[in-house]
């Protein structure tokens, strides 16, 4: 499948905001959402998954934390495939690929990840995903946080590892 993992502009808003529907069924407004929250830009950095030719299937929302620092620490916020392309590692791509855009830009400041917030359902199959990608490590469940428990993930000293 050929797909390219690239920064959202405001054309992708609409789409972006149905894979959201899709993934976080609980959550409403998905338009208001992304829209908003993309308007955050540098703080907050979306990246689509698009696949040929012009089919948004996936998305990733980072949120850099505690103001601009030199050593910063984000968090993987959202991330989101819609079902009928789950398994074909787009949520891979989307982690390793944007991350490593997001570090070129971090760059041009002077500033490195020095780690990364991963917050989900501790029932969610996808803390596999984040350990396997980002080292990401449960830290702390919470309990009864949103719609269940939740559990808080941290990758250390990214950084290193980029």
């Known amino acids: 499948m050929e797909l390219e993992i690239r920064p959202l502009d405001e054309t992708d808003i609409t789409a972006t905001a ?15 959402w992304i829209e908003c929250n993309s ?3 540098p703080r907050i950095q979306y990246f689509v998954a698009e696949k040929s030719p012009n ?3 996936g998305y990733i929302q980072w949120s850099q934390k505690s103001g601009f620092r030199p050593e910063v620490v ?3 916020e959202q991330l989101a495939v819609l079902p009928e392309f789950h398994g074909n590692g787009i949520g891979t791509r989307l982690i390793n690929e ?10 041009i400041r002077g500033a490195t990840i020095k780690h990364i917030l991963v917050t989900t359902r501790a029932d969610n ?3 596999q995903l984040y350990t396997k990608t980002l080292g990401a490590e449960v830290e702390v469940t919470i ?14 000293n990214v950084s290193v590892q980029l």
Do not use: C, G, P, W
């Open 18 to 32: 149905r894979i959201h529907q899709a993934a976080f069924v609980r959550q409403t407004m998905s338009k208001e």
């Open 39 to 41: 308007k955050a830009y």
């Open 55 to 57: 089919e948004i299937v």
């Open 74 to 76: 984000i968090e993987l």
């Open 98 to 107: 944007s991350l490593q855009q997001l570090n070129r830009q971090l760059a």
């Open 125 to 127: 199959y996808a803390q």
């Open 143 to 156: 309990r009864d946080l949103y719609s269940a428990d939740e559990v808080l993930m941290i990758a250390r």
